[in-house]
């Protein structure tokens, strides 16, 4: 099983410390960073690549830009976090293409995703992210042993 995640450079310990929890599975897990954009390509050739073999996909939604919502400011993941996410959704579907964003921030979204059902996570810094980090990663490996292989 192939499980590609996205995530901001600022996310990526927290993409790292997923990568880490599934070290016993029987899970390949791809971080962007690893190998996937390539010189000379086109980001959007890679991930038409990336796409054609995942199985699953993981967007880490993290509070890295502030945006202006109706004259309010909120902070929001990464455009192409949300991006890629429903690129990936197009494709394998929305109990495929999974978010996970941090519990008790307040998230700007887009609307289209609202009342879907993410995975939250505890956000910690240090020696602290993996053991902050293992519920949603349980929750996570679970869902993914439950739907196994994209048979698409």
Known sequence: IRVFIVSSVEALPIARAVENAFEHDNFHVVLWPNDVFRIANYPIEDL?????????????????????????????????????????????????????????EDVKLPTDLKGVTTISYKHASGSGLSVAMSPACNKLRDHINLLGPYNG
């Open 48 to 104: 038409e690549r990336e796409l054609e073999v995942a199985d699953f996909a993981v967007a880490i939604a993290q509070p890295d830009d502030l945006v202006n919502v109706r004259k309010r400011k909120r902070p929001a993941p990464r455009d192409n976090v949300i991006f890629e996410l429903g690129f990936f959704m197009g494709r394998l579907g929305r109990t495929r293409a999974i978010l996970m964003e941090p519990k008790g």
